[in-house]
């Protein structure tokens, strides 16, 4: 991805210390920090309280100066008015004018980006529709609770459809649908090639939509690589199948046991909590009933697709529609690899026990509470769980593999 | 340009919806348009439309002024709310904010300035169609001739009182006549020999005459214009509100003007203006103007007394030369001058201090404008003794206290030398050349200081500074 362009981002030795009233050095805020951000990367900032996030996107933007050390965005200084016509920003807050409407605000904006009225008139309908709040796009900001105003803010970061999109803490003080919004818009803007640096403490965000990530600790760098490098367990294998009875599970376990000599834990998976609130509030909206803050968002603006991404549709709309039809279980929004490495498996195990194999539509019909998840540890080198596996279990032997297919999972 | 009008619209905004804008507004049209009700000034109709025009501007310019220090806090305000971080993050420079809000300020004041002055118009009429007559006619024809015009006054030559000051103190020097004095002090002396023949020269005794002499009278000099004449005396050994009689000669028929004597008898300690065709003014635009101490009215007595013409508010030569109408937009202009300067400072003060500090830093600055002349004549009071520096802490702190404004005094302007309200109240000629000389002060050069430095300030601050 990298390639031979220049970087979006690039630090150098950037430090930042934090001076009391007398101007002695205090506190060290960011300390050595080398970082790059190439084109197209969704880049995850990570880190507890205090640990350096925050300043840095604030030198980023050239609201904080580098006590040392150098930064370079689109290979220009960020003090650089021109650079900042590439760049949109969500703060940590909404720090949005109260006596604005939220049509002014956004007309506001968008009018320092220097965009013709024309424009600016259908971005902001655009936006406001996109962030489910145009029927409020009349009333001033400061009436809003802090997720409105939230969306408001993602709106008004969007308004320049930047090339590179900074959001501090996007999804605090959003409502699930809103955070799921949000996390749809970045996913999007991250297949159109936009980049976007994304610093968060709720780490599923992070782990949803980012390529890469940086974890800092004490304003340092403590860990850096791509999402699948830092969190694939490679001592753990985990196997998903539509229910199978209890005594198969006996079974599976009693043959790992023989085989590997390692004990399984069998679970049920649970539905996550997003998805079932999403489902109760889409049959609200069906049942029309009213509200006075943010409704399910609209689609994504045209001028915020990519060419491939014209099928983008009504974001809660689709998040939920799985959800609540009911022929079509909420399982259906798991991610696909985890709907491919059923039918694999489920064959073999029917192979197995002599049942007749269930077709890969009738899975993907199976409710969560069907499916089971077989979790085996492991200090071994990593094991593959596919096909082979099983065959090589079944007839007693073990054959070592490193291959990965679609029937492992490793969490 | 587009961002810097973005910006000032968004000032606008800030200032009409979060409401300080519009209480200030309401307080002004409550002054412009309560005060005819409650002020009648010496119940003349001229009294009440002076009084009226006075209280109304001082008004509106106080509260204008005020305004503008409130205004410019908002940038302070927009640094503490965070506002700034998404402002500061769009392709905005810094000069571009600080510019815009200054802009927006200063159209918020305007408009604001324009309401008042078209308000206060229109209450001046209002005054003169509903204020109950006394003199009928002649009282609104001195309105119209005294204060709803545009007047210029031209004050009359005095004799070189130094050079007759200085050649009696060279010639009192060599007659021996200081050695005796135990305090000389050469200065000193001088002053009081000016002081001696202005004194003198301001005396009119008994049966004396004296001749005022006016020049560049620069008036259409047709029969059927008129000049005035203005003064106001003082006689010694008489009470107050007792009446002198005299006799005034305007005009000199050896320069080719038309002479005109008027008898007199005028209220002492008392403002008189006589007015007279403006054909006595000479060829070379020269006024003669005599005094002379008789009484010309048979029959009336009158002891020998003398007359004192009083050397400040003393003899003045009006003439019109505009209207009452471009006076009131040239008044205005004027005020919006200090009103500019004066949202520069505090913009200035917003982008070092937070807003109490800010407002308040802004306030001392509006109060040391205003108040220059007085601070200027008592620190000159204070150290006009030689100095030095162990003599005394007290003395050591005044001068230290002069020092510093000294040091500060040429950027702070001295608003009272662009106060143009009582000469506009009295139909006075607010120049073209005096609201230039504002302008140029106040805005070319002092409010771009300001500004600039607002902008350096800006640029070295970190937006998101945190201090620990």
Redesign the interface.
Known sequence: MAGTKLPVVQTAGLCKT????WRRP??AAVKDLNMEIHAGEVFGLLGPNGSGKTTTI?ML?????PTHGRISLFGKPPTD??V??R?G?L?E?S???R??TAR?TLD??G????LPQKIRVERTARLLDMVGLSHEADR?VGEFSKGMARRIGLA?ALINDPEFLILDEPTSGLDPIGARQIKDVIRRLGQKGKTILLSSHVLSDVEDVCDNVTILYGGQEQAVGSIDDLLCQQDVTQMTMPTVSDETIREVKDLILRLENKNADVTHPRHKLEDFFLQIVSQAQSADVKTSGARAGGEVPDFLKTATATEMVDLVGSLVAAGSAPEVPVTAMAPPKTKDLVDPVRGVLDELLGKEPVEADEAEEASASTETDISVASSKPPVSADSNVIDALLQGEHKKSDDTTSSESNP | MMQVWTIARQMIAEGIRMKIALVFFVLIAAIVFGLPFSVTGDSSLTGAVQSFMSYSLMATGLLLGVLTIFMSRSLSDEFVHHQMFLVVTKPVSRWQIIVGKWLGMSLLNATFLLFAGASMYGMVHYIKWTHPPQDGILDEQELNNEVLVARHARECNVPDFPALAEAEFQRDLEQGKYEQQPYFDPNLQRKNLINKYDARWRVIGPYETREFLFDNILCDRSADKEIQVRYKADISGYAQDEIFRAVWRVGDPDKGAKAYELHVRHVIDRFHTMRVPANAVADDHTLKVTLVNVNPFEGEMQKGNVLHIRKSDGMQVLFIVGSFEWNLVRLLSMMMCKLMFLGAVGLLMATVFSFPVACLTSFTVYMMAGMRSFLEEALDFMTDREFSMFSSINEFAIHSVAYMYNMVQWVIPSFSRYDAVEDFVNGRNVSLVWVLSAMGELVVIKTVIILGLAIFFFYRREVAEVSV
């Open positions: 934090f001076k009391d009233f205090r506190i604030k933007l050239g609201l904080l100066y008015v021109s900042k016509s760049i920003f703060p807050e720090y949005l004018y006596f604005l002014e506001f904006f009018r320092l980006f220097r001033p008004q």
